[in-house]
């Protein structure tokens, strides 16, 4: 495979629509909502973190990387008393594979070679120092076709998230400068400031501390500084990212991108972009 870091962008695109259901599709958020997790952070937290187990907010904090401690403690640890971490589970994939019924209907011969092929992909998961990828690695295998197609997505997701969490630290950026980064960028503070529940005091902060760096002008807006350090973080990502592809082959490769393409369109309808996860449309 020549390019092996463009490969893992190009899959992250297709793949990433199909875990993104959990967060966006009206079946998923209503699935929490029945559990009894009222409000989209209690079921987004309960959700996410439960493959971790009873963990409490520190955890949380350093695994998902760019949300605010305080923003994290509103829900963690006290989601625990409303639902454990298997019921959530359980209700999340529930919720998740109601979704794509409807999103993927009539598409079942692509969704089970869609699975079958990801799960290929995961035979040899390198999870070393990837805490959230390993814990999603570790769960059960799956029961029905679109399940298996949803976990082995989540999965791949979160390896790659570990990975791009290792190449922000490596660049110097805390949580906070991370989305205030970003938002000089592509995405305005208002969406992005309440989702990550930073503060003004802590948002003005590490914007003081990038503009220092030369990485955001006196604007906010990202310098050529600031977007070469994007670049190269999300290059390290997607070298990061490259372990199931390579295990997968390059005709492997191509036969996922085949079927997964209009997978990956249809989930992709309920994903908005530019999207607060950032992934990029399907391509």
């Known amino acids: 495979m020549t390019d092996l870091g463009a490969t893992a962008r190009r899959m992250w695109t297709l793949f990433e629509p199909v875990h ?34 009873d963990v409490g907010p520190a955890v949380v904090t350093a695994s998902f990387h760019n949300f605010a401690p305080a923003f994290v403690g509103r ?39 869609a699975a079958g092929l990801l799960e290929r992909a995961l035979a040899d998961p390198d999870c070393s120092g990837r805490v959230l990828g390993a814990a999603n690695a570790a769960r059960p295998a799956a029961g029905s076709d679109l399940a298996r197609l949803w976990q082995a997505a989540t999965t791949l997701r979160e390896l790659r998230g570990d990975g791009h969490f290792a190449a922000v630290l490596a660049a110097g950026l805390d949580g906070c400068e991370l989305v205030v980064l970003r938002s000089g960028a592509d995405m305005e503070r208002g969406t992005l400031q309440p989702i990550r529940g930073w503060t003004d005091e802590e948002w003005d902060a590490a914007r003081a501390r990038l503009a220092d760096r030369g990485l955001l002008d006196r604007d906010g807006v990202v310098t050529p500084a600031g977007r070469e350090l994007q670049a190269t973080v999300e290059q390290a990502t997607d070298r990061a990212a490259g372990r199931p592809w390579a295990t997968l082959g390059e005709a492997g490769v191509s036969e996922l991108a085949d079927v997964l393409m209009p997978l990956a369109l249809a989930c992709a309808e309920v994903v908005p972009y530019p999207s607060p996860i950032g992934v990029p449309r399907p391509a």
């Open 75 to 113: 829900a963690i640890p006290g989601v625990w008393e409303l639902i454990s971490p298997a019921d959530a589970l359980r209700v999340r994939s529930e919720g998740a594979v109601a979704a794509l019924q409807g999103l993927l209907a009539g598409q079942e011969a692509g969704v089970k070679a």
């Open 20 to 53: 993104a259901v959990t967060y966006f599709a009206p079946e998923a958020l209503g699935a929490y909502k029945e559990a009894g997790l009222r409000g989209f952070w209690r079921g987004y937290f309960a959700g996410r973190a439960a493959p971790l187990g």
